[in-house]
């Protein structure tokens, strides 16, 4: 499986700030050790499924299977500097399907913040999330023996436009990921992504689905789908200063956001209106 070098890169730098006086031997191998790991969870994703705790350990072929620690570390590490889904919820008891309470607990109060009751949804957001090859290189499927149980829903529309929005707009955050992600610069009090995905959705409702500068329905089909691809969402800050931010975000087509540039918003209304 073949991995784009930088993304080693983020993850040792992220270990390094973690245990700045480890020596660069460990250094090496435990960046190895979660990038593996990291491909291991994404391969889980790609082939739609939940794996036990005990296979998992069975796949990696080393650790304790009640012992979850190694989720904490891919996590902290690899998946949030890289803006994925959080895997870790596709790792499951044998009963529940579920996290194990004692990770799912720590993992929640100090890493993602998911709540217990967010757990399938964020299972569901892993398997539909399409970039895992795009980093991460091409992903061997999880042999059928191993698979707890699949995850066959696809992604209803509205949810999957949200999702390729915020996507795109942590890329511009991070600066991690496919190539275009690897341009732009840091915007300060930019929410992480998954309170972003909520507050989207909460703005879909309250802006009925419509772009905040010009009213224009948003369009649902994907690009394989044909449509007006001007008309898809796209997250926009309402000052240009500031990040994504709680208070600077609201929901417009991608037509408006790229003709917007860095005018006001009443400057690209009165801008949009002249052009129409």
């Given amino acids: 499986m073949s991995t784009i070098p930088a993304n080693s890169a983020i993850i040792r730098?992220?270990?390094?700030?973690?245990?700045?006086?480890?020596?660069?031997?460990?250094l090496e191998r435990r960046t190895a050790v979660i990038l593996k790991d990291l491909i291991l969870l994404a391969r889980c994703a790609r082939s739609r499924c939940l794996v036990t705790y005990k296979s998992a350990i069975d796949l990696r072929g080393h650790g304790i299977a009640r012992n979850g620690r190694w989720l904490d570390e891919v996590y902290?590490?690899?998946?949030?500097?890289?803006?994925?889904p959080d895997l870790t919820m596709l790792v499951v008891n044998q009963d529940t399907s579920e996290p194990s309470p004692d990770a799912f607990n720590a993992r929640r109060s100090v890493l993602s913040k998911i709540h217990i009751a967010d757990v399938k949804g964020e299972q569901r957001r892993c398997i539909w999330y399409p970039d895992y090859e795009a980093v991460l290189g091409p992903l061997d499927t999880i042999p059928a023996k191993s698979m707890h149980s699949r995850l066959l829903a696809d992604e209803p529309p509205k949810e999957r436009e949200i999702a390729r929005a915020v996507r795109n707009a942590v890329g511009r955050v991070t600066m991690s990921g496919t190539e275009k992600t690897l341009i732009g610069r840091e915007?300060?009090?930019?929410?992480?992504?998954?309170?972003?995905?909520?507050?989207?959705a909460d703005l879909w409702v309250r802006q009925d689905g419509r772009c905040a500068l010009t009213g224009q329905k948003f369009e649902l089909r994907a690009n394989d789908e044909g449509g007006v691809q001007d008309d898809?969402?796209?997250?926009d800050r309402i000052d240009n200063l500031r990040g994504y931010a709680f208070d600077n975000v609201q929901l417009v087509t991608q037509?408006?956001?790229?003709?917007?540039?860095?005018?006001?918003?009443?400057?690209?209304r009165l801008r949009l209106t002249q052009f129409r």
Avoid: K
């Fill in 232 to 235: 898809r969402v796209s997250l």
């Fill in 187 to 200: 915007y300060p009090d930019s929410l992480p992504m998954a309170e972003l995905l909520s507050l989207a």
């Fill in 13 to 26: 730098a992220s270990v390094q700030v973690v245990h700045p006086a480890l020596p660069e031997e460990d």
């Fill in 76 to 84: 902290a590490h690899a998946i949030a500097p890289l803006a994925f």
């Fill in 255 to 268: 037509f408006a956001n790229r003709a917007r540039g860095t005018l006001s918003c009443d400057a690209v």
